[in-house]
């Protein structure tokens, strides 16, 4: 019965590790690293995310259906008058607008990186 008992005591001992509930949910496998607008590697591509979650709204086709910000191009993009950072990102972010496809934590880590590297726009950081 002791030999129960201690065998018990060590599968607990050994299964039982400090995580904590909050790092368990919230992990995740976003890599922000290398972050442009136009990358090979569309995870890493901030224009893949645009043509994903903003174009069917911020268009030149979509001018006439009432969008005055047209963000097909990277020069669009950067020299918008709206600061990025507070429409996409930041706590008060308002676009994508409500009823359109959202943007995950992933992405707007994503559009962070990008505009807190100074906008990069391709691999080589140009």
Known sequence: MKHIFYFL?????VTC???????YFN???CDTIGISYV??????SIQAIINSKCLSCHSELNMAQGSFV?????EQLTNSSYDLYDLLV???ASMPKVGS???TDCEKLKIDNWINNQYPYDEMGR
């Not at 590790?17 to 790092?23: G, S, V």
């Not at 047209?70 to 990277?74: I, P, R």
Request: glycine fraction near 4%; charged fraction near 20%.
């Open 9 to 13: 005591f060590l599968i607990l001992f």
């Open 17 to 23: 590790t400090i995580d904590n509930e909050y790092d």
């Open 27 to 29: 992990q995740h496998d």
């Open 39 to 44: 990358n090979s590697n569309l995870d890493k």
């Open 70 to 74: 047209v963000l097909e191009t990277y």
């Open 90 to 92: 930041g706590p008060n």
């Open 101 to 103: 496809p959202q943007l």
